[in-house]
């Protein structure tokens, strides 16, 4: 079984733009969720979506969006990017919610100038 | 105060050597699992273990083992022998239950171990 992937793998942007990353759930998983990790914040939970609906939240400003679609294939965005949001951004998925097991793909680096 | 603390940063070990990773957790909640997951250098986060609340037996996998202890909030992961593929940072995590919109169990991460195994 194929593995969560994510696109872009890597991505430069600068100050003031915005940017989309997308993430396919391991078949057959219907739960996504988004991690930000940082050298100073570290691992945070982003969010949460199941059935394409966004289940939780983390304490992240509005400029940090998601959305779930029907084939559980997730996309996350970020308006007016600042240099702060540099950072690796991981997609996990899970069969159903929370504490099923999550399996996490290998991230996308953002780099805001 | 954190809720996941791996006060070890990194550590250091020669080939063989068998190493400690301390994680120690603070919660209300009676329910709650905990997590250790494995980032090499590539980036992906590969799931080692999960453990619920309920569940303090401790578990050996191949070199690895795990002690769950309630009493002091703490769930230690030993490598047995390490090698130096064991090299990466080691996260542990706690899921407690999230409200939101629908509920579900949220993981909160420590800041990580870094291990370097020397050949």
């Known amino acids: 079984k194929a593995g969560v992937t994510q696109t872009p793998r890597y991505l430069i942007k600068t100050r003031g733009q915005q940017v989309t990353l997308s993430c396919s759930p391991i078949?057959?998983?219907?739960?996504v969720s988004w991690y930000q990790q940082t050298p100073g914040q570290g691992l945070q939970f982003l969010f949460e979506y199941f059935s394409e609906t966004q289940r939780n939240k983390g304490n992240f400003p509005g400029r940090f969006s998601g959305r779930q679609f029907s084939n559980s294939r997730s996309e996350m965005n970020v308006s007016t990017l600042e240099l702060g949001d540099s950072a690796l951004y991981l997609c996990?998925?899970?069969?159903?919610?929370?504490?099923?097991?999550?399996?996490f793909g290998p991230g996308t680096r953002l780099l805001v100038l | 105060a954190q809720k996941v603390t791996q006060a070890q940063t990194e550590i250091s070990v020669v080939e063989k050597e068998d190493v400690t990773l301390d994680c120690v957790y603070e919660?209300?909640?009676?329910?709650?699992?905990l997590f250790w997951y494995k980032q090499p250098p590539s980036g992906e986060l590969v799931f080692l273990i999960r453990r619920n609340s309920f569940d303090e037996q401790n578990e050996i996998s191949g070199r690895y083992s795990w002690n769950f202890q309630k009493s002091t909030s703490s769930f230690n992961f030993t490598i047995t022998a390490s090698q130096v593929v064991d090299s990466a940072v080691y996260f542990c995590?706690?899921?407690?239950?999230?409200?939101?919109?629908?509920?579900?169990?949220?993981?909160?991460f420590g800041r990580g171990t870094s291990l370097i195994v020397h050949p």
């Open positions: 995590a706690l899921s407690e239950w999230l409200p939101g919109s629908g509920g579900s169990y949220i993981p909160t």
């Open positions: 078949s057959g998983h219907r739960s």
């Open positions: 996990a998925s899970s069969l159903e919610v929370g504490v099923e097991t999550q399996y």
């Open positions: 919660t209300r909640d009676t329910t709650y699992y």
